[in-house]
């Protein structure tokens, strides 16, 4: 007997899944319409077309007639031919579809006809196989031409994308996946075709539930905890999440949706029309070889391939908007993985799919990158600065960006005439918004301490206070102690050391002037007679924090003469990372191939190539790749 796909919500499925569940009076017939931003959801047609100033309403219930409609719908790709690089040898590729690739360099675009796909092609571009040897007889060519097009020979990944409609009278219809609740009752949608188990994990009879398809759950949601499997928001205006009972059986985690009936967690894509997220870890399949990300967001040279199975444990966010990237940390490492264009995020469509750089089953929550590595300050309202003596330098205003901050310390101070708690603010960070906006936002380097109490919110990692309100109130009028002179002493003759090395001299511009800028001020305190021992302990552990967060250290390559894509693309970040600020920036020139001089490009080769430092005075200076990676 063949399985049998249904797509219908469950509640008309009667005894083809044991449900055990009374068949329902047409004037029981409703759907709900779950919450939307704008409260609203346009109408479609029978053929699943808009149909133009046409909505319905958000949490209100309309009448609707008959089983619901199913449009199966063409295949759509979820792949794009041009994200399929693959990394052969030193160069970057793209596939043709039948063992023959090209350089990624001299593909421009892609486009569909017919249903077909084709690659254009910028020059003319030699065929390589899959270990990067050329390939003389390609399908009878030893080369594609310039301006040519080229179909692709194999397929790309496609799904079909059913829309399941209500019919609600007059010719309208609503998607499905805008429905909260099925004749009152909650639902869950399905992306994907799942089977249904009894309590002890055994499938019940042969009948496949459609993907898309609505499923009425058993229970009421509730709100979410932290031990929650799955979860989502009961609305866009408030934070709080909700979830729903659940069964594990057999290491397996399911939902009730009837008597002794259940399906996966993992099958489960709407809760009440909100999009289900799951706690994690979850699995995800990388769609194309590409670099693995740092944790700071800069690329590597780990790379990741097609079709690879890896574990991700959590997910970080930076930037709004159209500039907001989404990053999925692998799990057991320090990489992260770039999931694409993050505005829409946590939708899970086709187009959604098809832009991404690897596919999961469900998505995770995303929090807050900066929340993730670093302690960070807002403000509410124009707050004073102070130095490291409590005395104010200058204020602070509420708007622009949050801050990060690096240490937690009781300060006298003598126009309070009391100690009490500050935060020392070493960088202030801008995401990105908007296109104009740096894709990695503005981080710009402080050196000020704040008030605690004047802080409006303190997220991310918790910072102990480095001394105690006693302390400070003992020492603010102390002379430096020997041992702090000492100390002091010991730590300053190491500056020079310091800044000879990797740690210090690949550590990006703004650690860089952070660490300098500490140096400077516990320089000068100690040449002043009057500084208390209080100011001096306060300076002597801001230097020490900012020497153990100094992280440079080269790229590790194959040959440092001869660079690969991927490893001249890390060492151009990383070379980046430490140049740019004070008006400086990096690029890239590569000689002309027939005549004498350079242009402007991307990576080519070590050999034509030249990694180039423009000063503030516009003037270029060739940098030496060896200063930054070694072999």
């Not at 098809?354 to 302690?375: C, G, I, P, W």
């Amino acid at each position: 007997m063949k399985e049998r796909i249904i797509f219908a919500c469950a509640s008309m499925l009667g005894a083809a899944l044991l449900f055990s569940r009374p068949a329902q009076a047409s004037s029981d017939k409703t759907i709900t319409i779950a919450p939307t931003y704008d409260g609203k959801v346009s109408l479609l047609d029978k053929k699943g077309n808009y149909i133009s100033n046409k909505n319905v309403r958000s949490n209100k219930s309309y009448r609707y007639y008959g089983k619901p409609l199913i449009i199966k719908g063409k295949a759509v790709f979820i792949e794009r031919v041009l994200d399929l690089n693959t990394y052969i040898g030193k160069n970057i590729y793209i596939p043709l579809g039948d063992g023959g690739y090209v350089k990624s360099e001299n593909v421009t675009s892609s486009y569909e006809k017919d249903g077909k796909i084709y690659l254009s092609i910028r020059k003319n571009s030699y065929i390589y196989d899959k270990k990067g040897k050329r390939i003389k007889n390609y399908h009878g060519q030893s080369y594609l031409k310039a301006g040519s097009n080229f179909q692709y020979r194999a397929k790309l990944a496609s799904t079909y994308n059913p829309m399941v409609l209500y019919n609600i009278g007059k010719g309208h219809y609503v998607n499905a996946q805008y429905v909260s609740k099925v004749d009152g009752k909650g639902v869950v949608r399905l992306n994907h075709n799942a089977y249904v188990y009894d309590k002890k994990g055994k499938r019940v009879g042969k009948t496949v539930l459609g993907i898309n398809t609505l499923v009425k759950y058993v229970g009421k949601w509730k709100k979410a905890t932290k031990n929650s499997v799955i979860f989502t928001l009961k609305s866009d205006k408030k934070d709080t999440s909700y979830t729903l009972p659940t069964k594990k059986i057999k290491g397996t985690t399911y939902v009730a949706i009837g008597k002794n009936a259940y399906v996966k967690t993992v099958n489960l894509e709407l809760l009440n029309g909100r999009t289900i997220m799951a706690k994690g870890p979850i699995k995800l399949t990388v769609k194309h070889d590409q670099a693995a990300l740092d944790s700071k967001l800069n690329p590597t040279t780990k790379i990741y391939r097609h079709s690879q199975k890896l574990i991700s444990d959590y997910v970080v966010s930076f930037g709004y908007g159209d500039m907001q990237g989404i990053y999925y940390h692998i799990k057991g490492t320090n990489y992260y993985l770039d999931w694409g264009p993050g505005e829409e995020y946590p939708d899970n469509n086709v187009t959604d799919q098809e832009s991404a750089n690897f596919s999961v089953r469900q998505h995770m929550q995303d929090s807050s990158y900066l929340d993730k590595h670093y302690t960070m300050i807002s403000f509410n309202k124009t707050v004073p600065t102070y130095d490291a003596s409590g005395k104010v330098t200058g204020n602070l205003k509420r708007y622009g960006s949050n801050y990060v901050a690096d240490q937690a310390r009781y300060i006298w101070n003598d126009s309070d005439k009391k100690a009490e708690l500050y935060y020392h603010l070493t960088t202030g960070v801008s995401e990105p918004e908007g296109d104009e906006d740096p894709a990695k936002g503005t981080w710009t380097p402080f050196n000020i301490y704040v008030k605690a109490s004047d802080a409006f919110l303190v997220t991310g990692l918790k910072l102990k206070a480095s001394n105690t309100l006693q302390e400070a109130e003992a020492t603010h009028d102390q002379t430096v102690t020997e041992t702090t002179k000492q100390q002091v002493d010991s730590l300053l003759a190491k500056v020079n050391s310091v800044k000879a090395s990797d740690e210090y001299r690949l550590s990006s511009f703004e650690m860089r002037k952070n660490y300098d800028q500490a140096v400077a001020a516990l320089t000068k305190a100690k040449d002043n007679s009057r500084t208390s021992q209080s100011t001096v302990s306060t300076l002597l552990d801001y230097v020490q924090n900012v020497q153990k967060q100094l992280d440079g250290k080269k790229i590790k390559v194959k040959d440092v003469n001869d660079l690969s894509k991927v490893e001249a693309n890390a060492v151009f970040s990383l070379m980046q990372n430490v140049n740019t600020g004070d008006k400086m920036r990096v690029t890239i020139y590569t000689d002309f191939a027939s005549k004498s001089g350079r242009y402007q490009s991307g990576f080519k080769n070590s050999q034509r190539s030249h990694f180039v430092l423009i000063d503030a005075n516009s003037k270029k200076h060739d940098l030496n790749v060896s200063d930054y990676a070694t072999d």
